[in-house]
């Protein structure tokens, strides 16, 4: 069973960066692919971003340039930097695989304000 754990959740302030990390306890180059979703308070859960195991990158409209997803095969990671950050990207972001099978972590808080 793949399990995904999240990191590099907190705290910042409008304008600010955070970088979140999924570790996956699998080949992440075997999963169809690897992203992010994130679920704010009384909203539906909504995509991030996400890449394929063939290299190609998909984000939700309001990313915009600000946020960028990588990944690093030798650790099994994936990463979602995030910059100039607003309040309304605070929510839970969960790491999400589908291998073909799909998977969630347990989600990490990003927090942004002032």
């Known amino acids: 069973q793949v399990q995904l754990v999240e990191s590099g959740g907190g705290l910042v302030q409008p304008g600010g960066s955070l970088r979140l990390s999924c570790a996956a306890s699998g080949s992440i180059n075997q999963f169809y692919s690897v992203g992010w979703y994130r679920q704010a308070p009384g909203k539906q859960r909504e995509l991030v971003a996400e890449i394929t195991n063939r290299g190609i990158r998909v984000y939700g409209d309001y990313v915009k340039g600000r946020f960028a997803i990588s990944r690093d095969s030798a650790k099994n990671t994936v990463y979602l930097q995030m910059n100039s950050l607003t309040p309304e990207d605070t929510a839970v972001y969960y790491c999400?695989?589908?291998?073909?099978?799909?998977?969630w972590g347990q989600g990490t808080q990003v927090t942004v304000s002032s």
């Open positions: 999400n695989a589908r291998v073909p099978a799909t998977i």
